[in-house]
């Protein structure tokens, strides 16, 4: 089992950064593959990149070049580090684990979820 608490959300304008964090319970989080996913209103939540037990990281291209993700095992945190923020970025972000095989661009890859973090990006 695995419990995981998003925050850092927040309103920015075009061009801005946000920081998301996720804090994760257990014993065993370095053995967890970590991801984020969005969803924009009315539409489908979609992959944005996810990190694994090993450090391999995979990017959707809508964020290629302005997000990174890193964790940090000692604080059981993963991180979503947004730059250039635009409009088309706005949506519920969210944190996703699994402990198996490495999570894809499919949210049926993932066992665990957060309740999600809003970032609003003004025009």
């Known amino acids: 089992q695995l419990q995981l608490v998003e925050s850092g959300g927040g309103l920015v304008q075009a061009g801005g950064s946000l920081r998301l964090s996720c804090a994760a319970s257990g014993r065993t989080f370095s053995t967890y593959n970590m991801g984020w996913f969005r969803q924009a209103p009315g539409r489908e939540r979609e992959f944005v990149v996810a990190i694994n037990w090993g450090g391999i990281i995979i990017l959707s291209d809508s964020v290629k070049g302005r997000f990174t993700i890193s964790r940090d095992n000692a604080k059981n945190t993963v991180y979503l580090q947004m730059n250039d923020l635009k409009p088309e970025d706005t949506a519920v972000y969210y944190c996703?684990?699994?402990?198996?095989?490495?999570?894809?661009?499919?949210?049926?890859?993932?066992?665990?979820w957060g309740q999600g973090t809003q970032v609003t990006v003004s025009s």
């Open positions: 996703a684990a699994n402990r198996g095989r490495s999570i894809t661009v499919s949210t049926r890859s993932c066992d665990y």
